[in-house]
């Protein structure tokens, strides 16, 4: 168990649907980063937010929206779905600068669009 | 463009055996490389290389950085059948700012 938290484990939906997934860190950490694994793509980074703050974006679509709130959880709002957006979303954490602190993972939602 | 390559896709080996796994990267201001282990569930830290921080060990498992030849290697010895997973690499660049992750090899310890 790393500590990170996310809801709902598992979501079906159907397509041009709008759905929220949420994350809570580790208590102390201040970094959240976003993620999506589907089969064909491997693991993307989406998005990552610092205490609040929106630091660094990946390959994001315009169609998603993430923010991170006063009490550090964070919501990825997934908009106009399509089939292809059926994939694991991981929600990660940590204590501070990206690039020099490990990450810690939570166990995923796993998102089906039919 | 950035890109990270893993190889191989993936490898079947026997109890005992000794894997070496490859990443490769081109990225622009590479800052720092990770390997993550990912079994059924969530990717879990492995090891994290930097320009200070070139080789790393961990009881059977250790990695190596080569920056010359932008590249890094993961090796397990003395396999287990508790080894088997995907191996993801991934690459902190442009200044810490961006972050991608290679395609992943799948291993399969056999007893």
């Known amino acids: 168990d790393s500590g990170v938290t996310q809801t709902p484990k598992h979501l079906i939906t159907a397509t041009g649907q709008r759905v929220t997934l949420r994350c809570s860190p580790r208590?102390?950490?201040?970094?959240v980063y976003w993620y999506q694994q589907s089969l064909d793509q491997g693991l993307q980074f989406l998005i990552h937010?610092?205490?609040?703050?929106?630091?660094a974006k990946g390959n994001i679509l315009e169609r998603f929206s993430a923010q991170q709130f006063p009490d550090l959880h964070s919501e990825l709002n997934l908009s106009s779905l399509e089939l292809g957006d059926s994939a694991l979303y991981f929600c990660?954490?940590?204590?501070?600068?990206?690039?020099?602190?490990?990450?810690?993972f939570g166990p995923g939602t796993r998102l089906l669009v039919l | 463009e950035d890109k990270v390559v893993q190889s191989p896709l993936s490898l079947v080996v026997h109890e005992g055996d000794t894997v070496t796994l490859n990443c490769s990267y081109e990225?622009?201001?590479?800052?720092?490389l990770l390997w993550y282990k990912q079994e059924k569930k969530a990717p879990t830290f492995l090891f994290m290389l930097?320009?200070?921080?070139i080789e790393k060990k961990s009881g059977r498992l250790s990695s190596i950085l080569d920056k010359k030849e932008l590249s890094s290697i993961l090796n397990i010895t003395a396999t287990q059948t508790g080894d088997s997973a995907i191996y993801l690499c991934?690459?902190?660049?442009?200044?810490?700012?961006?972050?991608?992750f290679g395609g992943g090899t799948r291993v399969l310890v056999k007893p």
């Open positions: 991934a690459v902190y660049w442009a200044a810490g700012n961006k972050l991608t």
């Open positions: 930097t320009s200070s921080g």
């Open positions: 937010y610092y205490n609040g703050e929106e630091r």
């Open positions: 990660a954490s940590s204590v501070g600068l990206p690039d020099q602190e490990t990450q810690y």
């Open positions: 208590s102390g950490d201040l970094s």
């Open positions: 990225v622009t201001n590479f800052r720092s």
